[in-house]
C-alpha cells in the first residue's frame, strides 16, 4: 500500500508541472500589452515590463516574451524595471542573450527607491542599452556561488569568475561604461549606491521613475542599429507588458517567504503522513509543497547549513517517536529548526534574511503540529492492542483438554491449540480441564500459555 500512496504522489507531481508548464493565457484574452491612455499623437513607443525577486527560467522567459511582443507591435524600445537578489548564472545568461540579440533596444532601470541589482542583476544592468538608477538604490555583490549558498571549488570558481569577468566587460564595453567596477563586481563583491554610479559611470543617469529616465534617455540618446535616436517626453508612448498567469505564479514561488513556508509546510505534512500510515492527503499536499520550495531555494541564494537543520529537526522530532527522551529529542528539534530558519536565507544587506516574526511565528506552529503528531503516535505505539489477535496477550483462557504440554484452550471467545512456555516448563505440566491459565504469545494459530 505504501508503495501504490508513493507512486500515485508521484503521478500527481508530474501531472502539476505539466500543466504548469503549458498553462498560457486564452486566446480570447487581451494582448498582454496594455496602452497609457494619453499616448495620443505618439511617435516612440517603448514597452515597459518589470523583474522582481530572484532571477530564474520564468524570468528568462518572460523577456523573450516581451522582446517578441513588442517587435509585433512595432515599438521602438523595451524598459526593463528591475529589482532583484540575483539568480541562477544559466537564467542570467539567457537573459543578456536575448537582450544583445534583439533589434529592440533593451533599457533597465534599476528602481523604484529601495530596490537593488544584486548579483546577476549587475549583467542585465551592463547589457542594457541604456542604464539607470533611482535615488537609494544599491548595484553589485555579483561573486558566483554555489549550490545552497556553498562556496565554490577554488580552481572551479577562478574558471567561472575569469568567465563572467569577460562576459561582464564584454557587455558593458558597448556603451562605454566603466569597466573595471563591473569587473570588482565580480571578482570582490564591490556594491555602489546611485549617485556614486552615475559619477563613475557605472550607469549613465540616476532618475526618481521610469518616466523621468526614459526622458533623460531621449535627451542623452540611445544607440541603435540605425544610429543614435533622440525623443523628448511629448513623442513617449508607454506601454505595459502583462505577465501570464503561469509567470505569476512562477514569480510567486520564487519569495523567499513563500519558499520557507512551503518547506516547512512538506515536512510537516510528510512527517504527519509517516506517522500516521494510511492518511494519504497529508503525503500528497506535504510532498507537492516540498518540490515546490526545492524549485524555489534551486534559485533563490539557500545556505544549506539552514536546511540541513531544518531537516535534522525532523529526524529528532521522529525519535521521539521511539525513543523515551521526556521531551529533550523535542526540545532540541525545536532548536534546529529555529537556528535552520534563522540562517537558511543569508542576510545580503538586510534584503534576504526572514523577519523574525515569520521565523518565531512559523517554527512555533511547526514545531507545535510535528510535537504533537508525534506524541500522538508515540502513544499509539506504547497502547497496548484493543482489538485484533494481539489483544488477547496478557488475557485469560480456559483448558478444554491438555497433555504435558500441549492441548487445547478457549481464549477470546475461540478454540485454541495451546503449548505451554516450553522456556520456563521444560518437562511440561499437568492441567485439568477448565483450569484457568494466561495467554502469553501468540505463534501463527497456536497460542503459548502460562499456569500462572
Known amino acids: 500500500m505504501r508503495g501504490l500512496r508513493f507512486i500515485a504522489v508521484i503521478s500527481l507531481f508530474a501531472a502539476f508541472f505539466v500543466v504548469l508548464q503549458t498553462i498560457t493565457l486564452p486566446a480570447e484574452e487581451k494582448s498582454p500589452i496594455q496602452t497609457s491612455q494619453n499616448a495620443e499623437n505618439s511617435k516612440i513607443t517603448i514597452v515597459q515590463f518589470s523583474i522582481e525577486g530572484g532571477i530564474g527560467p520564468a524570468q528568462a522567459e518572460l523577456t523573450e516574451n516581451v522582446l517578441k511582443e513588442a517587435g509585433s507591435i512595432g515599438a521602438q524600445f523595451v524598459v526593463l524595471q528591475l529589482d532583484t537578489p540575483g539568480g541562477l548564472v544559466s537564467s542570467m545568461r539567457e537573459i543578456v542573450k536575448t537582450m544583445l540579440n534583439s533589434s529592440i533596444p533593451v533599457l533597465v532601470w534599476v528602481g523604484p527607491r529601495g530596490s537593488r541589482a544584486a548579483s546577476a542583476g549587475v549583467f542585465l544592468v551592463a547589457a542594457s542599452a541604456f542604464a539607470g538608477m533611482a535615488p537609494q538604490t544599491t548595484m553589485g555583490a555579483a561573486s558566483p556561488v554555489g549550490a545552497g549558498g556553498k562556496n565554490i571549488d577554488p580552481t572551479m570558481s577562478k574558471k567561472v569568475i575569469n568567465d563572467l569577468v569577460s562576459l561582464v566587460r564584454s557587455v558593458a564595453a558597448r556603451h562605454d561604461r566603466n569597466l573595471n567596477w563591473y569587473e570588482d563586481a565580480v571578482r570582490n563583491s564591490t556594491t555602489i549606491n546611485s549617485e556614486r554610479a552615475a559619477t563613475a559611470r557605472v550607469v549613465e543617469v540616476v532618475a526618481p521613475s521610469v518616466e523621468d529616465f526614459l526622458v533623460q534617455a531621449g535627451k542623452h540618446g540611445i544607440k541603435t542599429l540605425d544610429g543614435t535616436v533622440h525623443f523628448s517626453e511629448s513623442q513617449l508612448q508607454i506601454v505595459r507588458y502583462e505577465p501570464t498567469f503561469r509567470y505569476k505564479v512562477l514569480s510567486w514561488l520564487i519569495d523567499p517567504q513563500i519558499a520557507y513556508l512551503l518547506l516547512l509546510a512538506g515536512v510537516a505534512c510528510l512527517f ?181
Open 272 to 452: 504527519i503522513e509517516f506517522t500516521h500510515a494510511g492518511a494519504i492527503i497529508p503525503g500528497v499536499v506535504g510532498a507537492l509543497a516540498l518540490l515546490l520550495g526545492a524549485y524555489a531555494m534551486s534559485i533563490l541564494p539557500t545556505n544549506i547549513a539552514g536546511l540541513l537543520l531544518i531537516l535534522f529537526s525532523i529526524v529528532l522530532f521522529a525519535l521521539e517517536i521511539n525513543i523515551t527522551s521526556y521531551g529533550l529529542l523535542s526540545l532540541g528539534g525545536v532548536a534546529a529548526l529555529l537556528i535552520g530558519s534563522l540562517i537558511l536565507f543569508p542576510e545580503e544587506g538586510g534584503h534576504m534574511a526572514l523577519p523574525i516574526s515569520l521565523v518565531l511565528g512559523t517554527t512555533g506552529a511547526i514545531a507545535s503540529i510535528m510535537g504533537g503528531a508525534a506524541f500522538l503516535a508515540a502513544k499509539a505505539m506504547r497502547k497496548k492492542p484493543a482489538s485484533g489477535i494481539e489483544a488477547m496477550i496478557g488475557t485469560t483462557a480456559e483448558v478444554l483438554s491438555w497433555d504435558g504440554k500441549e492441548g487445547r484452550v478457549f481464549a477470546y471467545g475461540t478454540l485454541w491449540s495451546a503449548k505451554i512456555d516450553s522456556e520456563k516448563y521444560p518437562d511440561g505440566v499437568e492441567l485439568e480441564k477448565g483450569a484457568k491459565v494466561t495467554v502469553k504469545a501468540i505463534e501463527g494459530l497456536t497460542v503459548i500459555i502460562d499456569k500462572e
